[in-house]
């Protein structure tokens, strides 16, 4: 069955750096388009990120841009999310999800089980 | 306007019928998706396109829209469709955008 299972999370000072992971199994991952959706404690969800199946798109929520990238290895069926200059406001669950139909961009689905980023001094 | 605004709170007794809606001007050239989210767990994906279900949700969801207003109705609410539902649509950059969430309490 389809996986998406998040890594790289945890506890982070403000100003630093964080890579997120997402190993993907159950699918084939090069033909779908990725994304990164956070959700800060007791809020809603907050769209971060996208990428498209083969690379070429990629897009960003104005509060990751020149922050955050979003990369994948096809060859590794995993999605990352490089995370640099973290701050308070940040932190959050980091779910990794699935544009439901290959080659499509009409919703998002299955997601992973989020890892928890937190930027505290 | 680049939000969606949604209900914050609705109930419905067990067995009757719950409408939210989710407005926004992206909504006039997208369709809205839906998800839901019960506490302690990943969203899942209940309706995406016009009104496409995805394997697994049962039919009592639904979706609709008309001009900048999306709905999900859901007729005849169980106890376990208790749950925060959020809308989504995608901006003409490819952005995604999610809503400010609907708690249904199912009384």
């Known amino acids: 069955q389809v996986q998406l299972v998040e890594s790289g999370g945890g506890v982070v000072q403000p100003g630093r750096s964080l890579r997120l992971s997402c190993a993907a199994s159950g699918f084939t991952f090069s033909i779908y388009g990725m994304h990164w959706v956070r959700q800060a404690p007791g809020k809603g969800l907050e769209w971060v990120a996208f990428i498209s199946y083969d690379e070429k798109k990629k897009y960003y929520a104005d509060s990751a841009k020149g922050r955050f990238t979003i990369s994948r290895d096809n060859s590794k069926n995993t999605l990352y999310l490089q995370m640099n200059s973290l701050r308070a406001e940040d932190t959050a669950v980091f779910y990794c999800a699935r544009d439901y139909l290959p080659f499509d961009s009409n919703g998002v689905g299955p997601w992973g089980q989020g890892t928890l980023v937190t930027v505290s001094s | 306007s680049s939000e969606l605004t949604q209900d914050p709170a609705v109930s419905v007794a067990l067995g009757q019928t719950v409408r939210m809606t989710c407005q926004g001007d992206s909504l006039r050239s997208s369709y809205a998706t839906w998800y839901q989210q019960k506490p302690g767990q990943a969203p899942i994906l209940v309706i995406y396109?016009?009104?496409n279900r995805p394997s697994g949700i049962p039919d009592r969801f639904s979706g609709s829209s008309s001009g900048n207003t999306a709905s999900l109705t859901i007729s005849g609410a169980q106890a376990e469709d208790e749950a925060d539902y959020y809308c989504?649509?995608?901006?003409?950059?490819?952005?995604?955008?999610f809503g400010t969430g609907t708690k249904v309490t199912v009384l």
């Open positions: 989504d649509s995608r901006d003409s950059s490819g952005n995604l955008l």
């Open positions: 396109g016009k009104n």
